[in-house]
């Protein structure tokens, strides 16, 4: 089973630029992230196929950009313009069968998450 290891959180003020990494220990046609804030139901971000299709929700469309780097087998998250409501966990997701979406139901394995919080 492929292992997901997520870095790269931190603090930011509104309006700074994060990136996030997920190392996997193998690669899967299908990655995505998800966050969960306090209190609220996680939720997808963004995926990414191995072909190279993005896909992302409406709420981060233009400010953040999902890529995997082949050689590092490293799934990344860019989040730029940085808003108080990105504040989450955030947690790198894989799958290995299926139509890739942001179903959270379709992704059996999880990274152990990595905070994000904007905050002046």
């Known amino acids: 089973q492929v292992q997901l290891r997520e870095s790269g959180g931190g603090s930011v003020q509104p309006g700074g630029s994060l990136r996030l990494s997920c190392v996997a220990s193998?690669?899967?046609?299908?990655m995505a992230w998800f966050r969960q804030a306090p209190g609220k139901e996680r939720t997808g971000v963004a995926y990414?196929?191995?072909?190279?299709?993005?896909n992302y929700r409406d709420f981060v469309k233009g400010r953040f950009t999902i890529s995997y780097d082949n050689a590092k087998n490293t799934l990344n998250l860019q989040m730029n313009n940085l808003k108080p409501e990105d504040t989450a966990m955030y947690y790198c997701?894989?799958?290995?069968?299926?139509?890739?979406?942001?179903?959270?139901?379709?992704?059996?394995?999880w990274g152990q998450g990595t905070q994000v919080t904007v905050s002046s």
């Open positions: 193998a690669s899967s046609y299908c």
């Open positions: 997701a894989a799958r290995s069968g299926g139509l890739c979406s942001l179903a959270l139901r379709d992704f059996s394995t």
């Open positions: 990414l196929t191995d072909r190279g299709t993005a």
